[in-house]
């Protein structure tokens, strides 16, 4: 609970309106960010983040006061699942800069006729702000619980036309059309079309884009199904006629698309995931379904302007490509696809990928693979809200693997869009330069080894030694990682009472298998799946009987307990093939921590 140091007077707090409404309701309040994917129930609006202060309370019909989202590019999609069940808060506060959940509710008023109002209110406001006050909100204000102010039912409809322009006022303020943007914005390329522009320029309007900007790709994470929501909202821009404009890529959905009935899925969530994948394959998406694009054959240059969505991938894009994309939330990524035109904002400009922080790490001896998701989700800790350039990992060498188990677990605790690292990522001298102009350097955040291994002990929530299940690929498993575990598994017998299952894109199995590893694999006991992730697989793929679970990703580390109600151990890949023919764990600090 933040502090309250309410006013006497009870003054209202003014703010800014993202989203315009009235709400009243009881405030539930943190200083940590949250993602409501992964993080919150959207069939109740628990908050089941095992790693959140806030775990066990309930965000229904709260004004929820957070510096911000957090996480996944999921927020958005899960946030509109929350607000059709009826179960989303009255209205959301945030103290920083917030695409994404706010991205949720335009969606939900556009196209459902739901809203809730979206302020984001100064920092030290906050610390006026304490969980069990009740307040109300009339457009920027927000009055304490004393004031005067209408009352609105959290689950009233909105009455407001779904397929016409706002007032152009509210769009196109201060941000400068071409010609083809004007004639998108006026319905004569179509309505999807015209939906995806007045969306985006309410967005480019709230970061304060002067103008927008051409991209020559995307990549989807909208298909991921949180629900009836989600094809609702695919279906809807189908029937309209959407058509994407740029090359378009599918990020993994929520089951194996060619063998879901196979795997026992439910006939009812399995249809339906698979539905949404096909409505955007219509709308002429590739049917990649895969979390890590950058390992496809479309990945894109340093320097070009894209836009991606999924967290690891926007990471992994900013941070080690050098290409140039903002963190998209699901809905906005498939509106520019239609568009082909984005916001100039954020890290899509040479100021927005600026650092706003330095991290010095502190030398450790002989790190295994698993020091680098491990760093990644706890500079992402420290550094929730700020862009970092960290340095003491010049002589490091990283694989492309780590960097990408690093920027995983970066984005799973960090709102930020990438991160530099000194002597490694493209774009790090620059950053450099700009740190020591500007005097960051001299007030550097630290990692120490004492830090890390306190967060190696909360990744590792399983109670016993025992290992039910190891699931590897989150994200997706890269070619160099299947020649590493067939490295691993060559010679030794997997314990048959422990499954051993890997997630990857298609084009990395087919390469896999080229290669002979997947048969080399599948003699140890290694099952494949590709199409979804370990954030989206539950039972029966998870079997009911398996209770603790083993990952090398921190990502899925974090996720999983909340999303399958597992235990979790988090070791390198070597400790997780141990583990595969032991069926235990030994849970002992790593040597380069202790």
């Known amino acids: 609970m933040v502090e309250n140091r309410s006013n006497p007077t009870n003054k209202p707090i003014c703010g800014t309106v993202l989203v315009d409404g009235v709400a009243s309701g009881t405030l539930l309040v943190s200083a940590v960010g949250i993602s409501f994917w992964g993080g919150i129930d959207p069939l109740n609006g628990n908050i089941i983040d095992e790693h959140h202060p806030l775990k ?164 989807i994470d909208a298909c991921v199904y949180h629900g009836p929501s989600s094809l609702e909202f695919a279906d809807q821009l189908v029937k309209r006629g959407a058509k994407v404009r740029i090359p378009t890529t599918l990020n993994a959905i929520s089951i194996d698309e060619r063998r879901w009935k196979k795997h026992g899925v439910n006939a009812n969530i399995g249809e339906a995931a698979s539905q949404l994948g096909r409505a955007f394959v219509a709308m002429g998406a590739q049917p990649s379904f895969t979390c890590a694009p950058y390992l496809l054959s479309t990945v894109p240059a340093f320097g070009e302007q894209i836009v991606w969505a999924e967290s690891n991938a926007v990471m992994f894009a900013n941070s080690v490509i050098g290409a140039r994309t903002q963190k998209y939330p699901d809905f906005l990524d498939i509106f520019v696809a239609l568009t082909g035109r984005a916001p100039a904002s954020g890290s899509h400009l040479d100021n927005g990928r600026d650092p706003t922080v330095c991290i010095k790490v502190e030398q450790t001896k002989s790190p295994d693979d698993a020091f680098w998701p491990l760093l990644g989700y706890y500079i992402g800790l420290i550094a929730s809200n700020d862009l970092p350039l960290i340095y003491g990992l010049e002589s490091a060498q990283p694989s492309m693997d780590d960097l990408k188990a690093f920027s995983a677990a970066f984005a799973t605790t960090s709102s930020a869009p990438m991160f530099h690292m000194h002597g490694v990522t493209p774009e790090a001298n620059d950053a450099n330069r700009f740190c020591r102009a500007n005097n960051l350097f001299d007030n550097a955040k630290r990692v120490t080894t004492d830090a890390l291994l306190e967060c190696f002990r909360e990744l590792n929530t399983a109670p016993t030694q025992v290992v039910d299940m190891i699931c590897l690929g989150n994200p997706h498993f890269s070619i160099d990682e299947c020649a590493r575990l067939a490295a691993l598994c060559d010679g030794k017998t997997k314990n048959p009472q422990v499954r051993l299952l890997v997630t990857l894109g298609r084009q990395v199995h087919d390469a896999a298998s080229t290669k002979g590893y997947v048969k080399r694999l599948e003699s140890f006991g290694v099952e494949f799946i590709t199409d979804t992730c370990w954030c989206m697989i539950t039972e029966p793929v998870i079997p009911a009987s398996a209770r603790n679970l083993m990952t090398n990703s921190g990502k899925y580390a974090h996720y999983g307990p909340a999303l399958v109600q597992r235990d979790m151990h988090f070791g390198n890949l070597s400790d997780c093939v141990k583990a595969a023919c032991t069926g235990v764990y030994a849970m002992v600090d790593p040597p380069w921590l202790t």
Do not use: W
């Open 56 to 219: 066990g309370s309930n965000i229904s019909g709260k004004v929820l006061v957070i510096p911000s989202g957090r996480g996944s590019c999921s927020g958005s999609g899960a946030l509109l699942e929350l607000i059709l069940n009826k179960c989303a808060p009255a209205a959301l506060l945030f103290t920083e800069a917030e695409d994404i959940l706010t991205l949720g509710v335009l969606v939900a008023k556009a196209m459902f006729e739901y809203s809730l109002p979206v302020l984001r209110i100064d920092d030290a406001d906050i610390y006026r702000l304490e969980t069990g006050a009740q307040v109300e909100i009339q457009g920027a204000k927000l009055y304490f619980e004393n004031a005067p102010a209408t009352k609105l039912s959290s689950d009233k409809k909105l009455s407001i036309l779904t397929h016409k322009p706002d007032a152009p006022a509210e769009h196109t303020n201060n941000v400068l059309l071409s010609s083809l943007d004007q004639q998108m914005l006026d319905g004569e390329l179509g309505d999807a079309t015209q939906l995806a522009m007045q969306i985006i320029l309410r967005i480019a309007h709230i970061q304060g884009a002067e103008k927008l900007i051409n991209v020559c790709q995307a990549h």
